[in-house]
Antibody, heavy 125, light 111 residues
Framework: DVRLVQSGGGLVQAGGSVTLTCEGS????????IDWVRQAPGKGLEWVGQ??????????EAAASVRDRFIISRGDLGNSVLLQMKSLKIEDTAVYYC????????????????WGQGTVVTVSS | EIMMTQTPLSSRVTVGQTASISCRSS???????????LSWFQQRPGQPPRLLIY???NRFSGVPDRFSGSGAGTDFTLKINGVEADDVGVYYC?????????FGQGTKVEI
């Protein structure tokens, strides 16, 4: 069964930090691109960033709104992706999803096929 | 940044009717490799989104054939033929052609 399982999150004060973890099962996690997408309460989806696969040196991309505050990295064994969030703002309050990029064979098809269950991060003033 | 604009933002349909959602991008979604990375997701209440359509018109595994996607360049459409009660939710388009990835605002489909 292919799935992503998330952990971390919770209530944090503005200016604080929190780290989310995403682990995969049922597939070769370190050979996949993993992104983070968030959804503020009652709002739409917002892309946060990407961690590419091991062959691409786990390089990353990030949205401009979080680039200087959030760090996306891989766990030591490459079997998890971390979203380290610092200097949190009220507007970072959201459900955070980790998602797998969909490849058909070796071809990237520009979307996400597997979503984690979501982790709530609430930033209080 | 590519802006994605969906219309309508809300749609109430009768079971068995066809629902149509439009998604327009602020610039062409044709990648330098010739592919167009436009996808559609369904989000039911309280659940993560679920992939329905990728590369404009390809149905993802397990998606009923009443869902179909079409379009090119900057204009895209998701159609749900013969809407069922189970199709209630919010539908999002997303472009995967450029960073940052961007989503439409979402279209709420009600029965």
């Amino acid at each position: 069964d292919v799935r992503l399982v998330q952990s971390g999150g919770g209530l944090v004060q503005a200016g604080g930090s929190v780290t989310l973890t995403c682990e995969g099962s049922g597939f070769r996690f370190n050979e996949n691109y993993i992104d983070w997408v968030r959804q503020a309460p009652g709002k739409g989806l917002e892309w946060v960033g990407q961690s590419r696969s091991k062959p691409h040196d786990y390089s990353t991309e990030a949205a401009a709104s979080v680039r200087d505050r959030f760090i996306i990295s891989r766990g030591d064994l490459g079997n998890s992706v971390l979203l380290q969030m610092k200097s949190l703002k009220i507007e970072d309050t959201a459900v955070y999803y980790c998602v797998r990029n969909y490849f058909e064979g070796a071809s990237y098809v520009g979307t996400f096929d597997i979503w984690g269950q979501g982790t709530v991060v609430t930033v209080s003033s | 940044e590519i802006m994605m604009t969906q219309t309508p933002l809300s749609s109430r349909v009768t079971v068995g009717q066809t629902a149509s959602i439009s998604c327009r991008s602020s610039q062409s979604l044709v990648h330098s490799n010739g592919n167009t990375y436009l996808s559609w997701f369904q989000q039911r209440p309280g659940q993560p989104p679920r992939l329905l359509i990728y590369e404009v018109s390809n149905r993802f595994s397990g998606v009923p054939d009443r869902f179909s996607g079409s379009g090119a360049g900057t204009d895209f459409t998701l159609k749900i033929n013969g809407v069922e009660a189970d199709d209630v939710g919010v539908y999002y388009c997303m472009q995967g052609t450029q960073f940052p990835r961007t989503f439409g605002q979402g279209t709420k489909v009600e029965i």
